[in-house]
């Protein structure tokens, strides 16, 4: 049958199971709008309160149920506001499908009003990108875009249609999305082999877990695999969740501000079992001094990822689900009592503590955990509070913690929250913020609004910029540059003004007040926190030491 473009795109994302959409429209995607306001029954859309919210709530769509989050932006500057959220998505490995429409084709390269080349600015942060220039060759191009999205390693896709394209009519035909196996090539039975006999062989094996494994839906075997490796787990900032937070031989996160129990652990093991991870400079501390007693076997399903920061003993290349399928059926159970007693000892030695008086991030994310059983999807902004979040709160499945890992990306939480939330209805969902990342992207507020999301916005409030001060207060002499932002603006005025409810907490006893209310209500609600501004995140690693090195506020007393 003969459509427009614009109808195309529309009928694609209908091949592709697209239920939800997150955009802000625009001139140049007018025509596309158009034909979202016909079949609003098929799919929903989300405006969201600025493009890179919804370049974040496509990301966290993506993230909380495993399918390809799609976000739209008109030309210009619509295009250029997805850039953080399509890099976001990027570093960490997301589904995404970013459409942009750009001016007519006889307009291109003119300066033309509203053009910008998305294409050229998105190559190195996309898996691949498009400008589409032929209406003929529209529907196979977004096709293609939603395999590649979703193949091996996924991330991000770009594809830009000028404007007289969305015009454009053509034959279409309907096609069946094209079934995308696993990555298996690299299984082979040579690297299982090697990968047994290195487990066999290892006295003292730790597993650290990445956010491969989460996206290789590889939970159920991981901990068949934990199971009979008999070895303590750490995880990366990505990996929360793929195994167990609250299971005996879980021993925290891993690297700057990862636990000394896993820190040490790694820095004394013999094998080091990593599974969907690519060892960021966060977690290695100094590449040259990391896990130096080890041999280390990595499992991962991008062949760049080995040997890149750090130098393997062995590898096996493909899906995580499958590699752990295929070795826990060959490999007999292991036993290493004499090494975990050790650790188990460590973290007997070294738990994560906080002040016992008054209120502190980590005494928030505790009775969050502890207000909702870890039954809930947290996501976060970048800062403190995302080191508070990830230490504090215990992730028993993944998809559960959401954040921005590689990026580092300031403003990400809220607009991942509302993603998280519409994909995850069933699921209660609280994004834990600092002052500084809500002053970002606070505007989606609104958005949560509009949408009637149950969402709560656990704002940790210090106002200050919690975590470069800290690195000032530690390393700069405490030369507090421009880090402090203490004023007067009013989170809660905020809050109310864009139709949610704001409520302040200063004590503990109101934080339980404010729990009982936000919990009670099925519209978004704003907890303001008002914390000490020097209340620090430890442990932590200094720059360029080993992650043996790691320190905490005791021994800062003691030297």
């Known amino acids: 049958m003969q459509l427009t ?82 890099a976001t998505a990027y570093m960490d490995s997301v589904p995404m499908v970013a459409i942009t429409c750009n001016v007519g084709v006889p307009l291109l390269g003119k300066d033309s009003f509203q ?29 293609r875009a939603f395999k590649i999205a979703k193949t091996g390693r996924p991330g991000p896709v770009l594809v830009d249609v000028p404007k007289d394209i969305t015009a454009a009519v ?23 082999d090697t990968a047994i006999e290195m487990i066999q062989a290892a006295e003292r094996p730790y597993i650290f877990v990445g956010g491969g494994a989460v996206i290789s839906n590889a939970e159920d075997e991981l901990d068949a695999f934990v199971s009979k490796v008999q070895a303590p787990v750490a995880d990366s900032l990505m990996g929360k969740g793929a195994y167990d937070g609250t299971k005996p031989l879980y021993t925290g996160m891993l690297g700057m501000h990862g636990t000394k129990t896993a820190n040490y652990g790694v820095s004394e093991c013999d094998l080091l079992i990593a599974i969907g991870v690519r060892f960021s400079d966060r977690v290695t501390g100094n590449a040259s001094k990391f896990a130096s007693n080890a041999k280390i076997l990595q499992f991962d399903v991008d062949p760049a990822e080995i040997n890149k920061n750090v130098v393997t003993d062995a590898h096996v290349i493909g899906d995580i689900r499958e590699i752990l399928r295929a070795i826990n059926q060959r490999l007999n159970q292991q036993k290493h009592d004499a090494w975990i007693e050790k650790i188990m000892g460590y973290k007997e030695q070294y738990p994560m503590t906080y002040p016992k008086e008054g209120l502190s991030g980590p005494y928030i994310i505790e009775r969050l955990y502890e207000r909702t059983g870890g039954d809930a999807i947290i996501t976060t902004e970048v800062g403190q509070h995302q080191m508070w979040a990830a230490q504090f709160f215990k992730y028993a499945k993944p998809r559960t913690f959401l954040s ?59 106002r200050v910029l919690g975590m470069v001060r800290q690195w000032q207060n530690l390393f700069y ?83």
């Open 5 to 86: 473009g614009a109808q195309i795109i529309i009928e694609c994302l209908n091949e592709q199971g697209v239920d939800t959409v997150f955009g802000y429209p625009g001139g140049a995607i007018l025509n596309l709008y158009d034909e979202l306001y016909k079949h609003s029954d098929e799919i929903h859309h989300v405006l969201t309160s600025h493009e890179q919210g919804a370049s974040h709530a496509a990301d966290g769509y993506a993230r909380a149920t495993g399918k390809v989050g799609v976000c739209m932006a008109t030309s210009g500057p619509g295009a250029t506001n997805l850039v953080t959220g399509i």
């Open 170 to 192: 053509t034959e279409y035909e309907y096609k069946e999305p094209e079934y995308i196996p696993r990555v298996t090539k690299g299984i082979t039975e040579e690297a299982i």
């Open 404 to 462: 921005s890992g590689g990026a580092g990306t300031m403003g990400y939480g809220l607009g991942a929250s509302i993603g998280a939330a519409i994909g995850c209805p069933d699921k209660r969902v609280i994004n834990v913020a600092g002052d500084g990342c809500f002053r970002m992207n606070m505007n989606e507020i609104a958005t949560a609004v509009r949408q009637k999301l149950p969402l709560i916005e656990l704002v940790i409030d210090n």
């Open 115 to 143: 053009e910008i080349d998305i294409v050229g600015i998105t190559t190195p942060i996309t898996k691949h990108n498009f400008i589409v220039k032929d209406i003929t060759k529209l529907a196979d191009t977004i096709r």
């Open 477 to 559: 002499e405490q030369r507090y540059s421009h880090t402090v932002l203490d004023d007067g603006v009013d989170f809660v005025k905020l809050a109310e003004a864009m139709g949610a409810t704001g409520i302040r907490v200063t004590t503990r006893e109101e934080l339980e007040a404010a729990f009982d209310t936000a919990f009670a209500m099925d519209t978004p609600v704003l907890i303001d926190c008002m914390i000490e501004k020097d209340l620090k995140v430890w442990p932590m690693v200094a720059p360029g030491a080993a992650i043996s090195e790691v320190f905490d506020e005791a021994d800062m007393k003691n030297k």
